[in-house]
């Protein structure tokens, strides 16, 4: 009798400055196999880093999959990517077809038309002239004048001027009267901004990370420094507002094809309120998510191998007409709406499939995560990553804050266990 049948599966990391979450990710991975599929066959893992070259539009990639950090920037390898997605089938997180045309308005707009809280929002025209020849007759011909200070005045004060596109909170300014508006206006130059009306007095700023059908709710405080901005506090929400959180950050996900992906919401008396769900790169690096960074390595190392092992076939396109359907049921309330939408994002992520493949192939990952991050490998990325990031004089804070951080997740998982 021969052996089990093999296979090799390459994943691509396509990155930029990171490594901390990289080097996990490959230790991980080069661990977690061999995984038996349903058919006896065992499957093993590979990772490369990506480089960045000339390419033939009929070459044939060596990759199953690339996770990508990269292109929301880089345009030669986000072509790179459209490339082998259409022509060879190559699984990607995320989809660059979507994070290039449903930015942050795209995205705000829709999730509009679905029924979400979204604060009311406009979008304002350039404050300069875009370098282009066309222009002044243009806009000497069509753009209509327009008084600022009218504009802003149904939103209310204070408001925010944000990027239309986003960008890691580039460009966003807090609006408290004419003078500031102004004055955020005026810096704007070139960039394309919206005006949207702030949730003043809110309960609870929310950030979820979702990775495939996973996501990790987590309490979150944009006032303090990147280290401290991830709260661990476990019970900062009602179970009612905590699954509409949920389903909220997997509607907007699956409704875009994003699987990678990390949605702000605000809660004020019960309500949920979206304000930024389009991040091209969510934030995974130790030093921000600590507590939450074994589980957010776990997910993409669950996530990654299912794909791959079952031959998860990549959507270019979107059901936007499915979920229309929903939203336009007039006799439905919010709740019927979004639980109709949450189902449509089960079915998209194969959710209960992929528990299952989960528990029946995958269920030794938390053990194996769990051992890796109590080692004398897994502290000398910390530390690695701390050198990298802070000053020298910071570096013994820093470890410490870190350590006892990621500490307190392998307590208390050996305490689960």
């Excluded at 880093?49 to 044939?60: C, D, G, M, Q, V």
């Excluded at 309500?271 to 993409?300: E, G, K, Q, R």
């Excluded at 820093?398 to 500490?407: D, I, N, P, Q, S």
Aim: glycine content about 6%; charged content about 25%.
């Amino acid at each position: 009798m021969g052996g089990a049948r093999e296979v090799q599966h390459l994943v691509g990391l396509l990155l930029g400055t990171e490594d901390d979450w990289p080097r996990a990710y490959q230790a991980l991975l080069g661990i977690v196999a061999p995984v038996r599929d349903a058919d006896g066959t065992e499957h093993r893992f590979a990772t490369e880093r990506l480089t960045i070259e000339p390419f033939s539009l009929r070459a044939k990639p060596r990759t199953d999959l690339v996770i990508d950090r990269l292109a929301y920037w880089y345009y030669h390898p986000r072509e790179w990517l459209k490339k082998v997605a259409l022509m060879d089938g190559v699984y990607l997180l995320n989809s660059p077809f979507t994070f290039q045309s449903m930015e942050k308005h795209a995205a705000y707009c829709a999730m509009i038309r679905l029924g979400l809280h979204v604060p009311e929002t406009v979008l304002v025209p350039y404050k300069h002239p875009l370098d282009n020849a066309r222009y002044a007759y243009t806009a000497a011909r069509y753009n209509q004048p327009f008084d600022l200070d009218d504009v802003a005045r149904p939103l209310g004060y204070p408001l925010f001027m944000k990027p239309f596109d986003g960008g890691g909170w580039v460009g966003v300014s807090r609006i408290r009267n004419s003078a500031e508006l102004h004055e955020a206006y005026d810096a704007s130059g070139e960039r394309l901004m919206h005006l949207q009306q702030s949730v003043e007095g809110y309960d609870v700023f929310v950030r979820s990370l979702s990775i495939g059908p996973e996501t990790m709710v987590m309490k979150f405080r944009p006032d303090l420094p990147m280290h401290d901005r991830y709260a661990v506090d476990h019970g900062f929400l009602d179970p009612a507002t905590g699954d509409e959180v949920l389903s909220v950050s997997r509607v907007v996900n699956s409704f875009f094809r994003w699987e990678f992906n990390s949605c702000e919401m605000l809660v004020r008396d019960g309500v949920v309120y979206p304000i930024d769900y389009a991040n091209a790169c969510p934030d995974v690096a130790i030093t921000s998510l600590h507590y939450y960074f074994p589980w957010a390595m776990a997910a993409l190392l669950r996530w990654s191998v299912y794909c791959v092992v079952t031959g998860r076939t990549l959507r270019v396109d979107t059901d936007t007409a499915r979920y229309f359907e929903i939203a336009d049921r007039a006799e439905l309330s919010y709740e019927e709406k979004l639980a109709g939408y949450r189902r449509l994002s089960d079915e998209h992520f194969d959710t209960e499939r992929y528990a299952e493949f989960c528990a029946t192939r995958l269920g030794h990952v938390d053990d194996l995560v769990y051992e890796w991050v109590g080692s004398a490998d897994f502290d000398a990325l910390l530390v690695d990553t701390v050198r990298a990031t802070y000053p020298p004089a910071e570096h013994d804070r820093f470890v410490a804050h870190f350590r006892g951080l990621v500490g307190l997740w392998v307590s208390e998982r050996a305490g689960a266990s």
